[in-house]
């Protein structure tokens, strides 16, 4: 009997974030979430592997752990945020350098 967890790797395999619009992603998900749990109600000693490679395929399969683990959109606001810091960190030094400096007596 397959895990929530198992089934849910299966499906997220099968439809990496990347690939899909989230809406479309998500459908997509939810049905084959379904379909896994029918097949499971009449099947309930499929394994992993078993259910891994008729959902997924092995070409598939072998290609899960080829892909980048961070997707394109996350690299560019990272990228992003990182001139932001170091736009303001110059602005900074360069402001300081520009005000003369004020004394109390």
């Given at each position: 009997m397959?895990s ?8 997220k395999q099968?439809?990496?974030?990347g690939?899909f619009?989230?809406?479309e992603?998500?459908q ?7 379909d896994?749990?029918?097949d499971?109600?009449?099947n ?5 592997q078993?259910?891994?490679a ?7 399969l072998a290609?899960?752990n080829?892909q ?6 996350i690299g560019i606001?990272i990228?992003i945020?990182i001139?932001?810091i170091?736009?303001c ?8 350098q520009?005000?003369?400096p004020?004394?109390?007596?």
């Open positions: 397959l929530r967890h198992q089934i849910q790797k299966i499906v099968a439809y990496p974030s690939m619009i989230s809406g992603q998500k997509l998900r939810k049905i084959l979430m379904q896994i749990m029918s499971l109600e009449q309930p000693d499929i394994t992993y078993e259910a891994a008729h959902y997924i395929g092995p070409a598939e290609s899960v080829e980048p683990h961070l997707p394109k959109h606001l990228g945020t001139a932001i170091v736009l960190i110059l602005l900074y030094i360069i402001s300081n520009f005000t003369p004020t004394y109390y007596f």
